[in-house]
Nanobody
Framework: QVQLVESGGGLVQPGGSLRLSCVAS????????MGWYRQAPGKQRELVAF???????NYVDSVKGRFTISRDNAKNTVYLQMNRLKPEDTAVYYC????????????????WGQGTQVTVSS
């Protein structure tokens, strides 16, 4: 079994910054792509950013230039540095990872964290 645990969410004023972290643990053989999604009230979950095993990255247009995704493979951790936050960034942020487990090294399975709330408000 694999667990993803996010941290770092909270309340921040517009223009402020937050750094989200997500640690993967459990019976991990290897981790592939990792990403951050978000879901605002009444809206569908959307991909915010993802990072490959060789640290190639991609972002949704609305966060380009403000958010940075990174990973520490030795710590099985992915980060999301969020700068110049806007009220429209308010959402529950979810971590996602493709993981090969010790019990099944043949293919990747997708795992999700429980989510962390980010609220941008004055």
């Amino acid at each position: 079994q694999v667990q993803l645990v996010e941290s770092g969410g909270g309340l921040v004023q517009p223009g402020g910054s937050l750094r989200l972290s997500c640690v993967a643990s459990g019976r991990i053989f290897s981790i592939g792509a990792m990403g951050w999604y978000r879901q605002a009230p009444g809206k569908q979950r959307e991909l915010v950013a993802f990072i490959t095993t060789v640290s190639a990255t991609n972002y949704v247009d609305s966060v380009k230039g403000r958010f940075t995704i990174s990973r520490d493979n030795a710590k099985n951790t992915v980060y999301l540095q969020m700068n110049r936050l806007k009220p429209e960034d308010t959402a529950v942020y979810y971590c996602n990872a493709e993981v090969k487990t010790i019990d099944n090294t043949a293919y990747y399975r997708e795992y999700w964290g429980q989510g962390t709330q980010v609220t941008v408000s004055s």
